[in-house]
Nanobody
């Protein structure tokens, strides 16, 4: 019954912005770190960001540093991913997932073992 639901995806032009939301149902996100990962066709799954349960520690993949920002509102049981200066290379299905912490975020092929959302599609094209 516990689940994560992503929203906010869509189609935007290069240079545009989107804000993705990850909302928990039947689970308190305040108890977990939440990671954002993306999967593009023909490419390996890429860890985008992670925010610790307390919200103060954040991690980002090198390709999105300076452009993406993760935040959370535990009262709303929601984690956000603000995406600016979007590039065609950002096109992917974006998933959020829970984890105990963000310790393993930087590891190759990072794959949270907690809850995963079904994803929301982001398409960046002219």
């Amino acid at each position: 019954q516990a689940q994560l639901v992503e929203s906010g995806g869509g189609s935007v032009q290069p240079g545009g912005s989107l804000r993705l939301s990850c909302t928990g149902s039947g689970v308190s996100l305040a108890d977990y770190a939440v990671a954002w990962l993306r999967q593009a066709r023909g490419k390996e799954r890429e860890a985008v960001s992670c925010v610790a349960s307390g919200g103060k520690r954040t991690d980002y993949g090198e390709s999105v540093k300076g452009r993406f920002a993760v935040s959370r509102n535990n009262a709303a049981n929601t984690v956000y991913l603000h995406m600016d200066s979007l590039k065609p290379e950002d096109t992917a299905a974006y998933h959020c997932a829970t984890d105990l912490d963000c310790t393993n975020f930087g590891s190759r092929s990072y794959r949270p073992m907690g809850l995963w959302g079904e994803g929301t599609l982001v398409i960046v094209s002219s």
